[in-house]
């Protein structure tokens, strides 16, 4: 006679249970659902929740259980534990500890969660029938020689073939899983280091326009020193008109020449330091540095080119700030330099009219 153990013993259990978290290690008050017919175990904020069929916080299949000891945790936690094993989706075996209010309740939840592995375990075969499935069917003389002890020997070795045979696939299994993370983890380092190489190159190319500013803002306050130059001569001029055109006829002549030349030679030159800045900063773009790899790099390969570029950048963008940073003082002590000149020549034109008025 058959009997159906599943409609004896009760496989299915839920209810609020305390557990702790498999990072954080800190125990939080869940709604469990055991579900006798697939082992899944899963677990929700509240009983609500799972009753409205929303999504659990985690689930497992069981594997294993067995009761757990809790009482050296501290007085906040019930002594009234047993441990949860099972295999989480993609992340392998897991240990979760959990308690519950009451000895009854632990009792519950160890012997539902074993009748349930009782009814979702294969039945155990027969010795003859294990070894026919890796040998074929025996002759009546093997059967009869099966009743000795060697059997025992031979259903061990048949049992650690297989068990060897399932662990090598496993562990074959997992070396591909781990190949294939860390190849994907490689991928996403590339593609976060591209993406730094082309902001570091819009970065320079800005420091780069920026620069060109600052030679033209330059330009613009060396002009004015020279029109202050003409600006103070006029003023010597105003001031002793006979004495100055004596003593400054030729030679104001003469420094106005140079002066023509020199502000030609200084503007050429600026224009030839500017062009040389520009040409040592000049970085090829990314996407023609990346498809001059030859395809047979592989993926460190590619990433250590990128991330050598990424630090020519950053000393590149370096060399600019320096370099921007001595010519922004440069143009200010210019600038100051114009502005007590106009303030001075200002109240020499002021003393000179008032002179003529008199």
Same mark, same amino acid.
């Given at each position: ?183 994907? /983890? ?9 993406? &730094? @190489?082309? *902001?570091? +190159?819009? #970065? ?98 590619? /990433? ?9 950048? &950053? @000393?590149? *963008?370096? +060399?600019? #700030? ?37």
């Amino acid at each position: 006679m058959h009997v159906n153990l599943s409609k004896i013993h009760q496989t299915s259990c839920e209810g609020y249970v305390t557990k702790r978290g498999h990072l954080m290690k800190s125990w939080k008050r869940r709604y469990m659902v055991l579900n006798g017919d697939t082992l899944l175990v899963s677990y929700y904020d509240s009983k609500e929740i799972y009753t409205s069929k929303g999504h659990p916080k985690g689930s497992f299949v069981l594997s294993e259980c067995e009761k757990q000891d809790l009482s050296d945790e501290g007085a906040s936690v019930k002594p009234f534990g047993f441990k949860f094993i099972g295999h989480c989706p993609g992340q392998g075996y897991k240990e979760y500890s959990v308690y519950v209010e009451s000895q009854i309740d632990q009792t519950k939840w160890l012997n539902v969660a074993h009748n349930a592995l009782g009814k979702n375990s294969s039945p155990q075969k027969s010795m003859s029938q294990r070894i026919e499935e890796i040998t074929g069917p025996l002759l009546p003389c093997a059967s009869v020689q099966l009743n000795c002890p060697r059997r025992d020997m031979i259903h061990i070795t048949t049992l650690g073939h297989k068990e060897s045979a399932g662990l090598m696939q496993s562990l074959e299994a997992q070396m591909k899983n781990v190949k294939k993370t860390s190849q994907e /983890l490689l991928q996403q380092a590339i593609n976060d280091a591209k993406e &730094a @190489d082309r *902001i570091g +190159d819009a #970065t320079v190319n800005e420091m780069v326009y920026q620069e060109d500013v600052l030679n033209d803002a330059e330009g613009t306050v060396d002009t004015m020193g020279r029109q202050m130059d003409h600006a103070e001569d006029l003023g010597r001029s105003l001031k002793h008109p006979i004495l100055y055109k004596l003593t400054h006829l030729f030679t104001r002549k003469k420094s106005y020449k140079k002066g023509g030349r020199g502000s030609k030679t200084r503007k050429g030159g600026a224009k030839a330091s500017r062009s040389s800045r520009v040409s040592r900063v000049k970085l090829q773009p990314p996407q023609q540095q990346h498809a001059a790899a030859q395809p047979e790099d592989d993926q460190l390969d590619q /990433l250590s080119k990128i991330l050598a570029k990424l630090g020519q950048t &950053a @000393d590149t *963008i370096s +060399d600019i #700030t320096a370099r921007t940073t001595e010519q922004v003082d440069r143009i200010d002590q210019k600038v100051t330099s114009v502005d007590d000149r106009v303030k001075k020549e200002a109240k020499l034109v002021q003393a000179v009219l008032k002179a003529e008025m008199t």
